[in-house]
C-alpha cells in the first residue's frame, strides 16, 4: 500500500508513480501521491515538471470529483508559478474546465440517450416517456439532496428508477460549477492573473447561460461583485490590480458587459440593474470613459431593464441616450436604422404617463425615493445635483421640448409624427382614441429589423402600444374634462376603442389620486363628473387666462395693418441695435474665446501635470514593491535553503544511526527507535566500534583453531590420495593415446576427401580463363578512357577558373586604384579649400584690425580736438580761428548743432546717413562689442562718463562743467 509522496527527490519520480498506481487501479492513492509532491517544501519553485504533474494531478481530480483537494492543489501551484510562469497555470486552468465540461457533456449525452430509450419503451407500452430535462428541475447546484427528493425516494418505488438519470447527471454538473467557483476565488485580486480571471468568469457566464443556471448566475455576479469590493476595502494587498491602469479597467469593464449581456438573455432584470451599476462604479474610478460601443451597449441593455420594471421615464431617456450615442459615433449606421431608432426614442417618450406617479408618503421613503432617482439619473449619464431633485430635472416635458429642439421627431416617420401632433399639440375630445388606433395599426406594420451596425438587432414597437393606449385614454378624458362638466359613462366607453370601462375606470382613479384629473364617476346615476367645487378658482381663472389670450388674437387680426407697422419697426430697432453691437460683441466673444482657450490649457496642464505625479508615485511604489518583493524572495530563498541544509543533516545524521543499528540488528544485537526518539550517534559509533573489535578478536581465535586442525586433516588425506592418484593417471594416459590415434586417422581421410574436390573444381574451372582475362582487359580500357576524359575536362575547369580569378584581381585592383585616387584628389582639394578659408579669414582680420586702428586714430584725434574745445571754453574764449561770433567754431549762420533733428554732440554733419554697420559680425575673441556712435562706446573707453580722462579733465578745470547740462541717460 502506497504511504505517501512527499519523500520524492525528483518530481518526475512522483509523476511515474502516480502513473503506475493508476494502472493498477489505485487513482485515489495516486491523487494522493501527487497532492503531497505539490504540497511538498522542497518543490516550492516552479519547473516545467510540476506543470506535467498538475495535468495528471487535475485529470484525476476531475476523475473522481475530488473539489476539496483541488483546490488545495490549484492554490499550491499558483503560488509556485505566479512569480516565474503564469502561462503555465492558464494552461492548467484551461485543461481543468475543459476536462470538467466533457465531463458533464457526457453525462448528459448518456442521459439523454437513456430517457430518449425509456420515452420509446413508453410509446411502445401505451404510456407516457418522461422526457423533461432533468437538469432544470434542480433549483440549486450547492444542495445535496432537497427534502423533496428524500420524501419521494420513500413514498414511491417507480420514480427512483426514473430519477437515477439525475443521480448520474447532477454529480458531475455540480463538480464543473464548484470548478468555476474554486477558480474564482483562486485568480482574484491578482494584477499577474487578471486576463486569466476575466477568462474564467467569461466561461462561468456561457455555462449559466447553456444550462439556465439562475441562481449559479446570481451567485457567481455576487462573488465578482465581492472580489471588487475587497479589492477596494484592502489597498495593502500584494500583487493587487490597479483599476487605474486602461488595460486592468478595460478588463473589468468587459467582464461586467458579458455578465449585463447573459442578465438580459436569462431574465434577471434585477441582477441586470446590479451590473449596471457595477459598470457605473468602475467608469467613475477610471479617468476615462469606456468606448462608445461598448456605452451603446450599456444603454440598449438599460432600455430593456427600465422597461420590465415598469420605469418608462428612465426608458425613455436610455433610448434618448442611446440614438444620442449611435448618431454621434456609430458612422456604419444606415439612415433606415436612424428613422428607426428615432421612432424608438418618440415613441418611448410619448409613452411615459402625464403625471408622477406616488408611491412614498412617509419622510423617510420620500428621501429614499429621492435618492433613488439621483443614482438613476447618474447612471443616465445626468450629473445633478445632491440638493436637487432629480425627478424636476428629468420629466416627460423636458424630455420632449429637449426631442423638439434636437431635431429627432423630423428624423422619425411621419406616422410616428402624426401620433405626436394628436397627443401633444392638437384637441381632439371625441375621437382621440379612434385616430390613435388606427395609427398605431400603422406602426405596428413597420418592419423593425436594424442592421449588422446598429448595437440592438431589433425594435419591437409592438411593446410601446398597450402603454401608448392608457396615454391616449387618460389625454382623452382629460381634454373631454375640459370641454363637458357632466358625460354619460357609456359616453366615454364608445370612444375610449382600446379597454373596457373597467380598465378605464382603473386608470381614472389612478390619475385622480396622483392628481393629475378631477374627474369623479357617480355610478348610481351612471354619469362622470368633471371638475371639483373645491378648485372653481383655478378653473375660473384659467378661463379667463385663456379669454384674454383669443381677445388678444381678434385684436390683432382686426388691425392687422397697425401690428405689422409696429412689428416691422420694432424689428428695425432691433436690428440697428444688433449692428451696432456686433463689433463690441465680437470682440467680447473673442476675449471670451481666449479666456476659455487659456482656462483649456490650463486645466490641461494642470491634468497632465496631476497624471504625471500620480505616473511618478505609482511607479516609485511599484519600484517599491519589487524591491520587498525581491528582498522577501531573497530571505524565503535563504531560510528555504537554510532549512533544506539543515533537514538534509537531519537526514543523513538519521540515515547513519539506522545504518548503524541495522548492522547491530545482523549481528544480534537489538536496538529499538521509538518515533521522535534522539539517539546519539557517537554512542551508538563508539558501541559499534567496541563490539567489532570483540568480533575480530573471536573470529582470529576461531580461525587459529580451525587452521591447525585443517592442517592435520589435510595432512592425512594426501597419504590416503597417493596411490589412488597413481593409478587415476595411468589410466587417463591410454585413454589419451587412444583417442589421438582415432582422431589422426579421422584427419587424414577428411583432408584426403577435399583435396580430391579442389582437384575436380579446378579442372572446371580451366575453361573460362581465357574468357576472363579478355573481360578483364576490357574493363581496364574502359576504365583508362573515363579517367582521361575526366582528367581532361578537370584541367580545362582549372585553366578557367585561373583566368576568371585573375580578371578578378586586375579588376580589383584597378577599383582600389581609381578609389585612391579620387581619396587622394579629394583631400588635396580639402586641404586646399582649407588653406584659402584660412587665407581669407586672415585677410579679413588684417584689414577688420587696420579698420579698427584707423577708427581708434580718428577717434583719439576727435577726443584731443574736444578737450582743448573744452579748455578753450572754460577760459571764455573762441576756439583758433573761428569768426567772432561763432562760439562753436564753425559758421556764424548755422547756428549750434541740434542733436535731435539727426547730428551728433560732435559737430558731425547731419547728412552723414545712419552710422556704418558694415564691420560684419561681432568677434568673440576681441571682448564686448563696441558701438561706432554713442555716449556708451566712451564711458567704456574712459569718455565723459566717469571714465578716468573726463575726471582728470574735470579736475584741471577745477569742478564738472555745469554748463553742459546733466549727462545723457541713453
Known amino acids: 500500500m502506497y504511504r505517501g509522496g512527499g519523500g520524492f527527490a525528483k518530481p518526475e519520480n512522483a509523476l511515474k508513480r502516480a502513473e503506475e498506481l493508476e494502472k493498477v487501479g489505485q487513482k485515489q492513492a495516486a491523487l494522493k501521491a501527487l497532492h503531497d509532491v505539490l504540497t511538498s517544501k522542497r518543490h516550492r519553485q516552479w519547473q516545467k515538471a510540476l506543470e506535467n504533474i498538475m495535468f495528471k494531478y487535475v485529470a484525476l481530480c476531475v476523475e473522481l470529483k475530488t473539489g476539496r483537494l483541488l483546490k488545495d492543489g490549484l492554490i499550491q501551484y499558483r503560488n509556485s508559478c505566479q512569480q516565474d510562469n503564469v502561462q503555465s497555470l492558464e494552461e492548467v486552468i484551461k485543461r481543468l474546465l475543459k476536462l470538467a465540461h466533457e465531463k458533464a457533456e457526457e453525462a448528459q449525452k448518456v442521459s439523454d440517450e437513456a430517457l430518449a430509450v425509456k420515452a420509446a419503451e413508453a410509446e411502445a407500452g401505451g404510456g407516457e416517456g418522461k422526457t423533461a430535462d432533468e437538469l432544470k428541475e434542480v433549483e440549486d447546484l450547492d444542495l445535496d439532496t432537497t427534502p423533496e427528493d428524500l420524501m419521494l425516494s420513500y413514498v414511491s418505488g417507480d420514480n427512483t428508477k426514473d430519477r437515477k438519470e439525475r443521480k448520474d447527471v447532477m454529480p458531475w454538473f455540480k463538480f464543473l460549477w464548484e470548478t468555476y467557483r474554486n ?103 477610471g479617468k476615462r470613459s469606456p468606448k462608445p460601443q461598448m456605452m451603446a451597449i450599456y444603454f440598449a441593455n438599460l432600455t430593456q431593464v427600465f422597461w420590465i420594471s415598469e420605469k418608462y421615464l428612465y426608458n425613455a431617456y436610455a433610448w434618448y441616450k442611446l440614438f444620442n450615442i449611435s448618431r454621434a459615433y456609430n458612422k456604419n449606421l444606415q439612415e433606415r436604422d ?89 384637441f381632439h375630445p371625441l375621437d382621440l382614441c379612434n385616430k390613435v388606433q388606427a395609427i398605431l395599426e400603422k406602426i405596428e406594420g413597420i418592419d423593425t429589423s436594424m442592421s449588422s451596425a446598429s448595437p440592438i438587432p431589433e425594435i419591437l414597437f409592438v411593446q410601446f402600444v398597450k402603454q401608448l393606449q392608457h396615454v391616449s385614454t387618460l389625454k382623452m378624458v382629460h381634454q373631454i374634462s375640459q370641454v363637458y362638466t357632466r358625460v354619460r359613462l357609456d359616453f366615454i366607453s364608445e370612444r375610449v376603442v382600446f379597454f373596457k370601462f373597467g380598465q378605464v375606470e382603473r386608470l381614472l382613479v389612478d390619475a385622480v389620486r396622483n392628481a393629475h384629473l378631477q374627474v369623479r364617476i357617480d355610478h348610481r346615476n351612471k354619469v362622470v363628473i368633471c371638475g371639483s367645487h373645491t378648485l372653481e378658482s383655478d378653473k375660473v381663472k384659467n378661463h379667463l387666462s385663456l379669454l384674454a389670450k383669443r381677445l388678444k388674437k381678434v385684436m390683432s387680426m382686426i388691425n392687422k395693418d397697425a401690428v405689422d407697422q409696429s412689428k416691422q419697426d420694432r424689428r428695425t430697432k432691433a436690428i440697428e441695435e444688433m449692428k451696432n453691437q456686433v463689433e463690441n460683441e465680437h470682440k467680447r466673444i473673442l476675449a471670451r474665446k481666449v479666456i476659455i482657450e487659456r482656462r483649456k490649457e490650463e486645466y ?74 534522539k539517539v546519539d550517534k557517537v554512542e551508538l559509533r563508539q558501541r559499534a566500534i567496541q563490539e567489532q573489535i570483540k568480533e575480530r578478536q573471536e573470529q582470529a581465535r576461531k580461525l587459529q583453531r580451525l587452521s591447525k586442525s585443517m592442517d592435520h586433516f589435510e595432512r592425512a588425506k594426501r597419504e590416503e590420495q597417493v596411490d589412488l592418484l597413481m593409478e587415476l593417471h595411468e589410466k587417463r594416459m591410454e585413454d589419451d593415446l587412444e583417442y589421438q590415434k582415432k582422431h589422426k586417422e579421422e584427419l587424414l581421410a577428411k583432408h584426403k576427401g577435399k583435396w580430391e574436390s579442389d582437384l575436380a573444381e579446378k579442372k572446371r574451372l580451366e575453361k573460362l580463363l581465357s574468357e ?48 585612391r585616387c579620387r581619396a587622394e584628389e579629394e583631400l588635396r582639394m580639402k586641404i586646399e579649400y582649407e588653406e584659402k578659408m584660412r587665407a581669407e579669414q586672415e585677410a579679413k582680420k588684417k584689414a577688420e584690425e587696420e579698420r579698427l586702428r584707423i577708427l581708434d586714430e580718428q577717434m583719439m584725434k576727435q577726443r584731443e580736438r574736444e578737450a582743448e574745445l573744452d579748455q578753450r571754453r572754460s577760459y571764455g574764449g573762441p576756439p583758433r580761428g573761428a569768426p567772432e561770433g561763432d562760439r562753436w567754431g564753425g559758421r556764424s549762420d548755422r547756428g549750434p548743432p541740434r542733436r535731435p533733428e539727426g547730428g551728433d554732440r560732435w559737430g558731425s554733419r547731419p547728412d552723414r546717413g545712419p552710422p556704418r554697420d558694415d564691420r560684419g559680425p561681432p568677434r568673440d575673441d576681441r571682448g564686448p562689442r563696441r558701438d561706432d556712435r554713442g555716449e556708451d562706446r566712451w564711458a567704456r573707453r574712459g569718455g565723459d562718463e566717469g571714465g578716468p580722462r573726463s575726471a582728470a579733465f574735470a579736475e584741471r578745470r577745477g569742478g564738472p562743467d555745469d554748463r553742459r547740462g546733466p549727462p545723457r541717460g541713453d
Open 183 to 285: 477558480s474564482l476565488d483562486i485568480l482574484r485580486n491578482n494584477s499577474r492573473l487578471e486576463a486569466l480571471y476575466a477568462m474564467t468568469a467569461n466561461r462561468a457566464y456561457n455555462f449559466c447561460l447553456t444550462y439556465t443556471r439562475n441562481t449559479e448566475f446570481k451567485r457567481v455576479c455576487e462573488i465578482i461583485r465581492n472580489h471588487l469590493a475587497n479589492l477596494n476595502k484592502y489597498a495593502d494587498q500584494r500583487d493587487k490590480p490597479d483599476l487605474q491602469q486602461p488595460e486592468t479597467l478595460a478588463l473589468y469593464l468587459e467582464t461586467r458587459f458579458e455578465q449585463l449581456r447573459v442578465a438580459g438573455k436569462l431574465g434577471l432584470w434585477q441582477e441586470a440593474f446590479r451590473t449596471v451599476e457595477d459598470i457605473h462604479g468602475l467608469t467613475l474610478i
Open 338 to 426: 436612424m428613422e428607426l431608432m428615432a421612432n424608438a426614442v418618440v415613441l418611448s417618450t410619448l409613452s411615459i404617463l402625464p403625471y408622477e406617479t406616488k408611491t412614498s408618503h412617509g419622510f423617510y421613503e420620500v428621501e429614499l425615493e429621492r435618492e433613488r432617482a439621483g443614482r438613476v439619473a447618474n447612471l443616465l449619464g445626468f450629473a445633478v445635483d445632491s440638493k436637487r431633485d432629480a425627478r424636476e430635472a428629468l420629466s416627460r416635458s423636458a424630455l420632449l421640448s429637449e426631442l423638439s429642439a434636437k431635431g429627432v421627431l423630423k428624423l422619425a416617420t411621419p406616422e410616428v409624427q402624426q401620433l405626436y401632433s394628436l397627443l401633444e399639440v392638437e
Open 604 to 677: 490641461e496642464q494642470m491634468l497632465q501635470e496631476k497624471e504625471r505625479e500620480e505616473e511618478n508615485k505609482r511607479i516609485q511604489l511599484e519600484k517599491m514593491r519589487a524591491e520587498e518583493e525581491k528582498k522577501r524572495l531573497q530571505t524565503e530563498s535563504a531560510r528555504r535553503e537554510e532549512e533544506r541544509i539543515r533537514r538534509d543533516m537531519e537526514e543523513q545524521e538519521l540515515e547513519e544511526t539506522r545504518a548503524l543499528m541495522e548492522a547491530a540488528r545482523v549481528r544480534g544485537k537489538k536496538f529499538e527507535l521509538k518515533e521522535g526518539e
Open 772 to 819: 576472363k582475362e579478355v573481360f578483364k582487359a576490357q574493363l581496364l580500357e574502359k576504365r583508362e578512357e573515363f579517367y582521361r576524359a575526366e582528367e581532361e575536362e578537370m584541367r580545362r575547369e582549372i585553366e578557367a577558373k585561373k583566368k576568371e580569378l585573375k580578371a578578378q584581381r586586375i579588376l580589383a585592383r584597378k577599383k582600389e586604384y581609381v578609389r
